[in-house]
C-alpha cells in the first residue's frame, strides 16, 4: 500500500468518523473548543515541558513492552510495532473511560505478533506492571509514614474489615504460589547432558549419516 494511499484511508476514516458522532449526538466540535480553552489558559513552557515528559515517559513504557516481548517472542517484535501499540494506548486512555486502549494495545500486538496469544500478552502487562508496583508501595509508605492518619483515611475498611482482608490476602499469596509453583519447572535450566547421552546422539547421527 503506497504512502498516498494510507493517507487518503485515514482521512476517510475520520471523516467517517466525525459523521458516525454527528449521527448519535456528540458535539465533537463543542469538546474541541472546551480542549483549546483550556490549551490556551496554559502557558506555552509548561505545554512543551508536558509534551516532552509524556513522550519520554510513552517511549521508556514501549521499551519495556518490547523488552518483555522480545524476549517471549525472539525474532518476531519490533520496536516501533511496540511503540505505535503503546502510544495508541495511552491516547485512547486518556479519552475513554476503564482503560479500554489497554485492551486495543493487547488486541494490536496480539495480531501484530504471529505467534503471540492474548493470555500471553496479558501476561507481559502484569511483569511490566511490576515497576510501578514497587514504585507505588514507596509512594505510599512515604505516605503513611510522614502524614499521620493517612492510612485511616485511605484505607479505613482494612480496619473495619480484618477477617474479610486477612482471607483476601491469604487468598492471593495462595494464588501467586500456586501459580509460581505451576510454571517453576518451566524457568529451569535443562539438565546437562551425561557422556552416555551425548555418545549415543553421536553415534545416531553417525548412522543416519552413513545411511543417507
Avoid at 458535539?27 to 509534551?51: C, E, K, N, P, Y
Avoid at 486518556?94 to 488486541?107: E, I, K, P, R, S
Avoid at 494490536?108 to 515497576?131: H, R, W
Avoid at 519447572?185 to 553415534?203: D, G, H, N, V, Y
Wanted: proline fraction near 3%; charge should be positive; aromatic fraction near 14%.
Amino acid at each position: 500500500m503506497t504512502a498516498a494511499r494510507r493517507i487518503a484511508l485515514i482521512v476517510v476514516a475520520i471523516i467517517a468518523g466525525g459523521a458516525f458522532a454527528n449521527l448519535v449526538g456528540w458535539d465533537i466540535r463543542g469538546w474541541f473548543d472546551q480542549l483549546w480553552d483550556t490549551i490556551t489558559t496554559i502557558s506555552t513552557a509548561h505545554i512543551l515541558a508536558a509534551v516532552v515528559v509524556i513522550t519520554i515517559q510513552t517511549t521508556a513504557t514501549a521499551y519495556a513492552w518490547y523488552t518483555i516481548l522480545r524476549f517471549a517472542y525472539p525474532g518476531e517484535v519490533r520496536f516501533r510495532i511496540v511503540f505505535a501499540a503503546y502510544a495508541v494506548c495511552v491516547g485512547l486512555n486518556n479519552v475513554l473511560t476503564a482503560n479500554l486502549g489497554t485492551f486495543v494495545m493487547f488486541a494490536m500486538l496480539n495480531s501484530l505478533i504471529v505467534s503471540a496469544t492474548f493470555g500471553g500478552i496479558v501476561t507481559g502487562f502484569l511483569v511490566e506492571k511490576i515497576f510501578f508496583t514497587v514504585a507505588a508501595v514507596f509512594v505510599y509508605l512515604y505516605l503513611f509514614l510522614s502524614v499521620p492518619g493517612s492510612f485511616d483515611i485511605s484505607f479505613s475498611w482494612i480496619k473495619e474489615n480484618p477477617w474479610a482482608t486477612a482471607v483476601l490476602v491469604l487468598g492471593i499469596v495462595g494464588g501467586v504460589a500456586a501459580r509460581g509453583y505451576q510454571i517453576a519447572p518451566r524457568l529451569r535450566p535443562p539438565a546437562p547432558l551425561r557422556k552416555s547421552e551425548i555418545s549415543q546422539s553421536r553415534a545416531a547421527i553417525t548412522a543416519t549419516m552413513k545411511s543417507q
